[in-house]
Nanobody, 122 residues
Framework: QVQLVESGGGLVQAGGSLRLSCAAS????????MGWYRQTPGKQRELVATVTSGGRTSYADSVKGRFTISRDSAENTMWLQMNSLKPEDSAVYYC????????????????WGQGTQVTVSS
């Protein structure tokens, strides 16, 4: 079993910054892509940013230039530095990870964290 735990959410004024963390633990042989997603009530979960095991990153257009995703593969930890926050960034932020749980099993599984609330006041 693999667990992902997010932390770092909270309330911040527009223009402020927050740093989210996601720590993966459990039966992990290797983690490939890790990502951050967000969701607001009544809307579908949307991609915010991803980072591969090789360090390649991608971002939603709405956060480019303001958010930075990073990871420490040795520690199975990922972060999302969010700067210049806007009220429209308010959402529950979820991390996910594509995990190979055993060296002898090539199949990968996708795991999700429980989410952390980010609220940006205007």
């Amino acid at each position: 079993q693999v667990q992902l735990v997010e932390s770092g959410g909270g309330l911040v004024q527009a223009g402020g910054s927050l740093r989210l963390s996601c720590a993966a633990s459990g039966s992990i042989f290797s983690i490939f892509v890790m990502g951050w997603y967000r969701q607001t009530p009544g809307k579908q979960r949307e991609l915010v940013a991803t980072v591969t095991s090789g360090g390649r990153t991608s971002y939603a257009d709405s956060v480019k230039g303001r958010f930075t995703i990073s990871r420490d593969s040795a520690e199975n930890t990922m972060w999302l530095q969010m700067n210049s926050l806007k009220p429209e960034d308010s959402a529950v932020y979820y991390c996910n990870a594509e995990v190979q749980v055993q060296a002898t099993m090539r199949r990968r599984y996708l795991y999700w964290g429980q989410g952390t609330q980010v609220t940006v006041s205007s």
